[in-house]
């Protein structure tokens, strides 16, 4: 299967350029493979340059999630992370995925400056 990058996710997403959306478009026809890295680079993105809010954000990735042509890299990991997200919008979706990464390896608690993260059951506010 084919994997897809940011600029493809954003492309996709926004729809803000049409050559590149057709292209992207036809990229992914067959199916693409969305890594986790990218997932959560494309909501940063989202988020700082186009301004999404945190319910655009959960939308998108839920989006992402159900979508027919893209497979989610860990979807079980992104939803939990997209659970966190939804009750706490205030965090940025990268760090609740980034958190979920660590449940799921059996690496926690996680360390955090982040006096919001550090609330969430598993981390550790530094």
Known sequence: MRAVDTNVLVRLITRDDAKQVAAGEEFVRNGAWVSALAL?????????????????????????????????????????????FRTRPALSFSDCLILEVARKAGHLPLGTFDRELGKVAGVEKL
């Open 40 to 84: 959560a680079e494309t909501m940063w993105v989202l988020a700082t340059v186009y301004r999404f809010g945190a319910s655009e954000i959960a939308r998108t990735v839920e989006m992402l999630l159900q979508h027919r042509e893209f497979t989610l890299q860990d979807s079980e990991t992104v939803a939990a992370a997209l659970q966190i």
